[in-house]
């Protein structure tokens, strides 16, 4: 009795099972004496269509003028009123459709990309701020200071009536004055003080020394127009020497020994018509490339202008005491500087024998125009070049002293001959001549 019993339940939910099974199965429709009964539309049918409307909703909206949480609802509620409109039968049944089966994605910048395969337009990402238009440039016009009033003649007192002593009087007395007394006298009044302005009492202005050259010292120069400016072993930086030469074309002598060579290298741009001494002694790091640079005559000649003239060519006086300078140096400084008299070559050492032929050579412009040499500590030099001085007509003063290959007797020798009369000795290896 017992197996019959489990026999018959096992039975029955095998029954149970498949009446289930075949109760899910669609019954197909029956026909009626009015005509055939339509389908109903399938699941896969519904939500194609629910696409295409989602895609045509989604071209009706503006790109730029919702948000993304005012998309997103009216999307929403759009695609649930038609939903319920056109397909009550998945209203009832408590459906919605999926928000990732509609085929739109939402960007970080609440904006809507629809895939290129529907046909809509493609929402592209939030563009960054625009740059700010530019400002309209305007005409450019040198804008020069208005000239300055004359000097007044005569000192007003404060009883009304004038000094009897004229400007030029003045002058006369300040003259004698050094530059510490002239600054006293500028504090007096407001006449002294543009009288000691005046640039015939500063012919020669020394900043020697100095750490660092402030804005109102390089004004106080260029006010002043020095005829010799001494910025030997300062702090001068290339765009504050560029602009003092721009502004003291009456300067006729500089001494920049001891400056680095990037701040003298602003004389290979600055022009210097008036210039008859440059003082570049003990600069480092100073080679032939770079006294190339400021021995050669500037590029930017002008147009149809066949003559160049070298950037030092009214140069008297020279001093490279201390450099670097090689054979190559010295024969572009016969080219562009030939009116040296004075020329100061002493701690060099490359100089020796050749570099004398160089300068006394028949070839050379130094040889008809030398008056003070100084080869002294140039430890190449040898007894064989003092013959060579003997070409030099108009020398005046040679200075060998501390040359450890010239022999004292070779030194005395060429005193008692010399070049047109014999030369005096103050002291050894220094010879001078009475002019």
């Known amino acids: 009795m017992r197996a019959c019993s489990v026999s018959q339940d096992t039975d029955c939910k095998v029954k149970g099972g498949r009446e289930r099974h075949l109760k899910k199965k669609p019954k197909p429709p029956l026909a009626s004496a009015e005509g055939p009964v339509v389908p109903s539309p399938s699941p896969q049918r519904e939500k194609l269509e629910r696409f295409k409307r989602m895609c045509q909703l989604l071209e009706r909206v503006p790109d730029t003028s919702s948000s993304s949480s005012d998309s997103d609802s009216d999307s929403d509620s759009s695609g649930t009123s038609l939903s319920e409109d056109e397909a009550p039968g998945e209203a009832r049944n408590g459906r ?3 928000r990732g089966s509609s085929g739109e994605k939402e960007n970080r910048g609440g904006r809507r990309a629809v895939r290129p395969g529907s046909g809509g337009p493609l929402l592209s990402w939030p563009l960054g701020p625009a ?3 530019r400002p309209p440039q305007l005409e450019r016009h040198v804008v020069r200071p208005p000239p300055r009033s004359p000097e007044p003649d005569t000192l007003p007192l404060a009883a009304g009536s004038d000094h009897p002593l004229p400007r ?3 002058l006369r007395v300040f003259q004698h004055l050094g530059p510490r007394e002239l600054c006293v006298c500028m504090r007096v009044c407001r006449t002294w003080s543009r009288w000691c302005y005046d640039k015939r009492l500063w012919p020669r202005m020394d900043l020697s020394r100095r750490k660092s050259l402030t804005p109102p010292m390089l004004s106080g120069v260029v006010r002043r127009q020095p005829r010799a400016l001494d910025l030997s072993w300062t702090g001068v930086s290339k765009k504050q020497l560029m602009w003092l030469l721009n502004r003291l074309q009456g300067l006729q002598e500089l001494v920049l020994s001891g400056c680095s060579w990037l701040s003298v290298s602003a004389l290979g741009s600055a022009p210097l018509p008036a210039l008859r001494l440059l003082d570049l002694r003990w600069i480092e790091d100073v080679k032939d490339s770079q006294l190339r640079e400021l021995l ?3 590029p930017d000649t002008k147009p149809g202008q066949t003559e160049s003239r070298g950037r030092l060519q009214g140069v008297a006086e020279l001093r490279l005491a201390g450099l670097e300078l090689t054979d190559a140096s010295l ?5 562009h500087a030939p009116q040296l008299s004075a020329l100061d070559l002493s701690h060099c050492a490359h100089v020796g024998d050749p570099s004398v032929h160089l300068l006394t050579a028949p070839t050379s412009p130094l040889r008809e125009t030398l008056v003070h040499l100084n080869l002294a500590g140039c430890h190449r030099l040898t007894d064989h070049c003092l013959p060579l001085f003997r070409r030099c007509p108009r020398l005046r003063r040679l ?3 501390s040359c450890r290959q010239l022999s004292p ?4 020798r060429l005193a008692a001959a010399g070049p047109p009369g014999p030369f005096r000795c103050p002291e050894e290896k220094l010879l001078l001549k009475d002019s």
Do not use: H
């Open 296 to 298: 050669l005559p500037p």
């Open 168 to 170: 030029a009087a003045w």
């Open 331 to 335: 024969r572009l400084l016969l080219r």
């Open 131 to 133: 740059p700010p238009p």
């Open 409 to 412: 007797e070779a030194c005395a």
């Open 399 to 401: 200075d060998l002293r």
């Open 96 to 98: 919605r459709p999926a």
